[in-house]
């Protein structure tokens, strides 16, 4: 089955910075890659999803980037805000948005 | 803008119990999910839910769980047996299209 794995799994930045969060997969068939973002307690929340027939797609601050050939996909987080500060999951998925399989996740810390 | 539902917020059982745990996914989402987090590890998947069957089902859903959708509204989530393990929070997720929209989470807590 398919299997997620993400790094880091913590990573602190300084305000204004950017944050990379790398994901890679091992189904090559996954065609539809999402980003949660899960707050202290709260549910997790879309913020950038990306089709395997495209290669980068980008949502004002936030891009998230894909390699097929080398199954890993990216999120780039630019001028970081104390809000960003979460814990973010990646999740690959067959059939365009079938059950998901979730990487471990990294917590993010954006320093004021 | 509609979002899924979950109750209770919070469930403490005794072990050997049986748990219900409920969601109102989007009204016009047709596929349902089940995911569960142990506090501090990764969202995994129980099991998928669509024409009033399952679809896909992973190792943990074993034969303790059960999902119903009682009516046009209701998802829920059956814990036969609870054991101390079965502690975490239980999301439901819905979704249209690809996106899958999360509820809030349902703490369940076994002692």
């Known amino acids: 089955g398919e299997n997620v794995e993400q790094h880091p799994s913590t990573l602190s930045v300084q305000e204004g910075d950017s944050a990379v969060i790398k994901c890679t997969y091992s189904?090559?068939?996954?065609?539809?890659f999402p980003w949660y973002k899960q707050e202290l307690g709260k549910r997790p929340q879309l913020i950038i999803d990306?089709?395997?027939?495209?290669g980068e797609k980008k949502d004002q601050r936030i891009a998230v980037t894909l390699n097929k050939t080398a199954k890993h996909f990216s999120l780039h987080i630019t001028e970081t805000q104390p809000e960003d500060s979460a814990v973010y999951f990646c999740?690959?998925?067959?059939?365009?948005?079938?059950?998901?399989?979730f990487g471990p996740g990294t917590r993010l810390s954006v320093l004021p | 803008e509609p979002e899924v539902t979950q109750t209770p917020s919070h469930q403490v059982t005794q072990m050997g119990q049986e748990v219900i745990l409920r969601c109102v996914p989007i009204s016009n989402h047709l596929y349902f999910y089940w995911y569960r987090q142990i506090l501090g590890q990764k969202v995994e998947f129980l099991v998928s839910f669509y024409n009033n069957e399952i679809s896909e089902k992973s190792e943990i859903f074993d034969d303790q769980f059960s999902v119903e959708r009682p009516d046009g509204s209701n998802f829920t989530l059956k814990i036969r047996s609870t054991k101390l393990e079965d502690s975490a929070m239980y999301f439901c997720?819905?979704?249209?299209?690809?996106?899958?929209?999360f509820g809030p989470g349902t703490r369940l807590l076994v002692l």
């Open positions: 990306i089709r395997s027939n495209v």
């Open positions: 999740a690959a998925s067959r059939n365009y948005g079938q059950n998901f399989v």
């Open positions: 997720a819905s979704r249209p299209e690809e996106t899958q929209y």
């Open positions: 189904d090559s068939a996954s065609n539809y």
